[in-house]
């Protein structure tokens, strides 16, 4: 049983390294992109200077409607850190229940960790929010990138009574121990069933063309798996595709800006109405 459970550890880590090289940027540029439009600028607390965190835990639901919640934490400014390591404790009916948690690489970038190990159940509160009782974290490790340990011969360590937060408008998956925002992932494949629709089906009708054949090849490249490898073969290693779509829209948005502008400087510079009534 031991052999059993070593070789397909083993095997588990080789397919998540294999994995990775794939699909790995794709996430990385989706969640960049839903921290860069919705980036949390206040409310973070810190851990020795170290490690910062949100006192308020994202709550997931997941195929068995069972919420998940997430932890988000990320490194101080200034600081790039090799590996950490966490403690997180409650207790619930005179029972402790504690979760490890390790982060390999961490930097400004936040990242989420799902507390599966930790009960915690929502409590009414005046406030905004629903509290999920006392949490009491610790920090056991904070390597840097010359593996000096930032926490060795020191006890870095905080109580707080964190907060339910809900995101039913944004969707997260969970890949290689950690939840990633998709949101712009969805948005790409979107725009590509909604561009398929326009040349197969809006364009037959309007030129008389027949119907039939166009849905069927339009459902065939919409479907699930359809948008899946269309997606994924423009978006594999490097997510090209993806940079490439949303490099276009800032160009467009600050395109209308422009000219936002240049119509709102005409306006201005624009001569008085020779109709103006004078007083």
């Not at 290689?176 to 494949?189: A, H, P, R, S, T």
Request: aromatic share 8%; glycine share 8%.
């Amino acid at each position: 049983m031991i052999h059993f459970d070593l070789s397909f550890g083993a095997a588990q880590k080789a397919a998540d390294h294999v994995s990775k090289k794939f699909f790995l940027s794709a996430y990385e540029t989706s969640d960049n992109a839903y921290w860069r439009r919705h980036g949390i600028r206040s409310g973070w607390q810190t851990l020795g200077g170290i490690v910062e965190y949100l006192p308020r835990f994202l709550a997931v639901t997941e195929d068995d409607d069972t919420p998940v919640y997430l932890f988000t934490l990320r490194a101080a400014p200034n600081l790039d850190l090799k590996r950490v390591t966490l403690k997180i404790k409650v207790r619930k009916s005179g029972e402790i229940h504690q979760q490890t948690i390790t982060v390999d690489g961490l930097c400004r970038i936040p990242v989420r960790k799902a507390l599966n190990g930790i009960p915690l159940k929502p409590k009414p509160s005046s406030t905004r929010g629903s509290k999920l009782g006392n949490v009491y974290i610790k920090l056991i490790e904070a390597v840097n990138g010359d593996g000096v340990d930032l926490v060795a011969g020191s006890k870095v360590a905080d109580i707080f009574s964190p907060e339910r937060m809900e995101s039913p408008n944004h969707r997260f998956a969970k890949r290689w121990g950690q939840y990633w925002n998709i949101d712009e992932i969805n948005l790409d494949k979107n725009n590509f069933k909604t561009h398929c629709y326009r040349q197969l089906v809006q364009s037959a009708g309007q030129l008389w063309r027949p119907l039939r054949g166009r849905r069927l090849i339009y459902s065939i490249m919409t479907g699930r798996l359809g948008l899946s490898l269309v997606f994924w073969s423009q978006n594999l290693f490097d997510a090209k595709g993806m940079r490439d779509s949303m490099s276009d829209v800032v160009s467009h948005q600050k395109s209308m800006k422009r000219d936002l502008a240049g119509k709102a400087a005409g306006l201005s510079n624009a001569p008085c109405s020779e109709t103006a009534v004078s007083v």
